[in-house]
């Protein structure tokens, strides 16, 4: 098995590859570490990469995380299913949020966000396939929900995430990935201050890559096969 350091060597040259070839020009992309599953003594043996920006799904695993490592430099993004008993945990602890679908838990996370903390930063989650064991809201609803968000002042709103359905090749990878893209391009022209696509994960970053993703979230490429 290969040290942590290794595959995230080989996950960066993927990521070179992919910009060399289909995305010459885009801008910054940030790397998330997926640390769901993950022992803390894994995630520092990442941490000496020099990696800090961290997601976890799970509330209380990560927040058990952000605890035991003390380290207040490092950023973590909140990256699971919202539930509404969680959100002043959530709130108070990462510094991101991509999987939000609901008007109501937005307006939970921003009575929960300590006025001395900067805003919290939010994605949109959006169902792209429409697959019914999926969070995310329809394309339909994104207006409401972003304005709802605009008039929340302790959130900021960032952009959108998705979890495509898995699929085999790269073209067809590339489709919900564009869609996407169209879907923040919308907004962008619409007049939403919005500048992030939360895309793309071990499986299918090339293809998120070339259709202008700005966060990978990546954790087997990086960590190995989940336990
Ligand atoms: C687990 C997870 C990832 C990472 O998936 P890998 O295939 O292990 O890279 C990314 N995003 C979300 C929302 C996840 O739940």
Sequence with gaps: MNSIATNLQLVHQRIENAR???APE?????????TKNQSTDKIKELLETGTWALAENYAQEGIAKIQAL???DLEWHFIGHLQGN???LIAQNFSWVHTLSSGLIAKNLNDARSPGLPALNVCIQINIDQEPSKSGIDAQQLTALATLIMSLPRLRLRGLMAIPAPRQNFEEQ???FR????LLLNLQRSGFPVDTLSMGMSQDLEAAIAEGATILR????IFGERV
């Design 26 to 34: 885009q801008g910054a992309l940030q790397v998330l570490a997926v």
């Design 20 to 22: 060399k070839n289909f």
């Design 179 to 182: 869609q996407l893209a169209q």
């Design 86 to 88: 969680k959100t002043a």
């Design 174 to 176: 590339r489709k919900p």
């Design 70 to 72: 003390a380290l207040p």
């Design 218 to 221: 990546i954790g087997t490429a």
